[in-house]
């Protein structure tokens, strides 16, 4: 069976710049009103919830959460709550066409070279599935999405614990060895080597001015472009 090539986003196909510099800031501006106007729905109500419990406020006023969602954007917290949140404000962002997402040059071609030789192509991000799939439907190479099999995130679990990628790999159906997770974050690689995945670790010149070599990439394959991946 042909390899599996599961990659990361922010620092791997897209620049860590456009994540922290466009859409952070974009959600962050966006998040009172957007609550204002879509908080009683169940779809955004159920995370408002789910943040009210996490500061341990069974119950609290949405400004208080809107509040909280803006602190842990500026922390840049993990969390499947705010992720999801940040999806559905992206979403109108990028419909109403107030950015689209860009990609390294390399990106594309690559993707679309894997996928014509058979590879299957599935993504894990800290943003949530929704959010993954509006950035590869909306890049500045146009729609990739149907070039993807799977979408994960971190409703899977956390991208440093081997038992993501082991769930990944019983989702895709395929054994953990014929599966190469490609990231910038070498304590990704090493959960994901440690389930028996493949690894490469991506070197971007732009994201990590300093290479990464030696005992800075802990025994990962190192690239700088997706050109140089043979999966």
């Not at 990231?183 to 440690?194: F, G, H, I, Q, T």
Request: net charge negative; charged share 25%; with cysteine.
């Amino acid at each position: 069976m042909n390899t599996t090539i599961l990659t990361d986003i922010e620092g791997t196909t897209s620049s860590i710049s456009f994540v922290k510099d466009v859409l952070f800031p974009y959600a962050r501006a966006a998040l009172p009103e957007f609550v204002q106007a879509h908080g009683h729905a169940p779809e955004v109500r159920r995370w408002l919830d789910a943040v009210a419990i996490d500061i341990s406020a069974s119950a609290c006023q949405d400004s208080v959460i809107v509040e909280t969602l803006q602190g842990w954007i500026d922390a840049d917290r993990k969390h499947t709550a705010l992720k999801a949140l940040q999806g559905m404000i992206w979403q109108d962002g990028y419909r109403g066409g107030d950015f689209t997402a860009p990609l390294y040059a390399d990106v594309a071609p690559a993707l679309q070279a894997w996928h014509a030789a058979g590879h299957r192509l599935a993504v894990y991000s800290s943003g949530s599935v929704p959010a993954q799939k509006l950035l590869f439907a909306h890049t500045d190479a146009g729609d990739l999405t149907p070039l993807f099999s799977g979408f994960f995130d971190t409703e899977v679990g956390g991208k440093r614990e081997p038992a993501s990628y082991r769930a990944i790999a019983r989702e895709l159906q395929q054994a953990p060895g014929e599966i190469l997770f490609l990231s910038d974050v070498v304590e990704e690689l090493d959960a994901a080597r440690d389930a028996g995945l493949r690894t490469v670790l991506l070197d971007r010149r732009e994201d990590y001015p300093m290479p990464r070599r030696g005992m800075s990439a802990n025994g990962h394959p190192r690239a700088e472009s997706f050109a140089d991946i043979t999966p």
